[in-house]
């Protein structure tokens, strides 16, 4: 059976190499120009294919000549795994058996582009993995298989997205056995009344609001994680926050926003709830690390406000 694999992440990376040996061509979004230089920024899929000698496809849409190739393949089977692209009917028709969709949520819920991130952000203490067959909706087709899966306490999205696609890559080759023998698994209507949506993620989504409790921040920051990265502004200049936990501690204090203390764990800073407990940093033009040395080097940060975007 040829396998036409579609991906665009580092989510995708190991259920590509799980069913390698089928996979006839791997289609991911073109590169995009990064840094002043603006030189190639190879993703991880892209390297992945070359290190697996696969053929590959890179578009910036389906309306691109090089999208026309996938037919040249000949697929029997899509699957696709965090591209980040809709796959139009013209595409959707070309594999015999049919397209394949992972989705990292318990669908119908959150379908879109972020279901890992707003698991996270709503504090939810389950997700899931669900494979469907595509159609022209977004996330609404028939589901062929559906597994729970616990959110750990404390998990960031680079935690929680490399355990499910470790995961996905343990149940995808089963799966593809199965359609290869039986054909395309029937699958179960998706309760479309009961579907919930996330949006694309943008970056000023990662800008803490001090009047948040202390566990939003945190789960804030878990969950941007990896982009746009939860920041912040100190006496003017970006902060980003790498890593922070909640303290449920209740104290009158002296506003939001202000950094409360230091220990060698991070630096505590008040919200309107609790203490949030800062791990680890980046200040703006300066490198990532841990918020302790941060702090020893930053003469006067107790007491400073943070949220401040004008220089004081």
């Not at 002043?36 to 053929?55: F, H, I, Q, S, T």
């Amino acid at each position: 059976m040829n396998i036409v694999f579609f991906g665009s992440s580092g989510f995708s990376v190991p259920p590509l190499r799980s069913i390698c040996e089928r996979v006839t061509c791997v289609v991911t979004k073109r590169s995009k120009p990064k840094g002043r230089g603006y030189l190639l920024d190879d993703n991880e899929v892209k390297k992945a294919a070359r290190d697996l000698r696969l053929p590959l496809i890179e578009i910036n849409s389906f309306k691109d000549e090089e999208a026309q190739g996938i037919r040249d393949f000949k697929p029997d089977l899509f699957v696709v795994a965090s591209f980040g692209l809709i796959v139009p009917r013209w595409a959707l028709d070309l594999p015999t058996v049919g397209p394949v969709n992972v989705h990292p949520s318990l669908l119908p819920l959150y379908r879109g582009p972020s279901p890992m991130q707003w698991a996270i952000l709503n504090g939810d203490e389950e997700t899931g993995i669900t494979l469907i067959i595509m159609n022209e909706k977004m996330d609404e087709g028939r589901i062929i298989y559906q597994e729970r899966a616990s959110v750990k306490k404390g998990e960031n999205m680079a935690g929680l997205s490399g355990r499910l696609s470790a995961r996905v890559a343990e149940i995808l080759p089963g799966i593809v056995d199965r359609i290869d023998a039986q054909g395309m698994i029937e699958g179960t209507e998706q309760r479309h009344e009961d579907a919930t949506y996330t949006p694309i993620i943008t970056k000023e989504m990662g800008r803490i609001d001090w009047l948040k409790s202390a566990a939003e921040i945190e789960r804030q920051v878990k969950a941007f994680v990896m982009w746009p990265v939860a920041y912040t502004f100190l006496d003017g200049r970006m902060m980003k926050l790498f890593d922070a936990e909640a303290e449920e501690i209740t104290r009158k204090g002296t506003g939001q926003g202000v950094v409360a203390g230091i220990t060698k764990e991070g630096f505590f800073v008040e919200t309107p709830a609790g203490l949030l407990k800062v791990r680890e940093v980046q200040l703006e033009n300066k490198k990532r690390m841990g918020a302790y040395d941060f702090a020893q080097g930053y003469r006067g940060l107790v007491g400073k406000v943070l949220g401040q975007q004008d220089r004081s």
